[in-house]
């Protein structure tokens, strides 16, 4: 094999990761980004800010503002999509931040469980924020509310199916 000068065929690619998770109350919110050479990829986990009940409107309102911050920092330059976001399931403490961050970035996919439309109701009503109409559309039909802001694929994960695994929408 010859090699020019300067060029190495066998230099291995450069890979690189970086996770986070936001303090944003007691709820849930991880991003992460993986790189490998040029190509990167961008993720959230779960966009949730705090259990409602458990925090005072000051803290509330702390946690909000937590919240923005990081999705700022995540979402920096506005507007720029990301690969993936994947919900662990539809509890208030784990979407309620989606609104938010969809209104800086969307991704291209969005992963999560499949959830009767009875469960979704029971969630519904059991929502602190019961009034906004975000949450309230996204527990009506994830499918439609994704798909109406910019997501190009919706994957429901069933465990009823054979390998537990998706149903692409």
Not at 30 to 47: A, I, P, Q, S, W
Not at 129 to 134: I, K, T
Request: a neutral charge; hydrophobic letters at 35%; one cysteine or more.
């Amino acid at each position: 094999m010859i090699l020019l000068e300067g060029w190495n065929t066998m230099e291995k690619p450069q890979a690189s990761g970086h996770f986070c998770f936001h303090r944003v109350g007691d709820g849930t919110f991880y991003t992460g980004e993986l790189r490998r050479n040029e190509k990167r990829f961008r993720f959230v986990y779960d966009c949730g800010r705090y259990p409602c009940r458990k925090c005072l409107s000051g803290e509330r309102e702390k946690c909000d503002r937590k919240l923005d911050r990081s999705i700022n920092r995540f979402a920096s330059p506005a507007g720029v999509p990301f690969d993936l976001l994947i919900l662990s399931h539809l509890h208030e403490d784990h979407i309620n931040g989606i609104p938010q961050l969809l209104k800086r970035s969307v991704p291209s996919v969005v992963v999560l469980p499949y959830t009767e439309p009875a469960r979704r109701l029971e969630i519904a009503l059991t929502l602190e924020d019961a009034e906004n109409p975000d949450l309230l559309a996204l527990l009506a039909d994830p499918c439609r509310y994704f798909l109406e802001r910019g997501v190009q694929q919706v994957v429901y994960l069933s465990e009823n199916s054979p390998s537990a695994g998706a149903i692409e929408i």
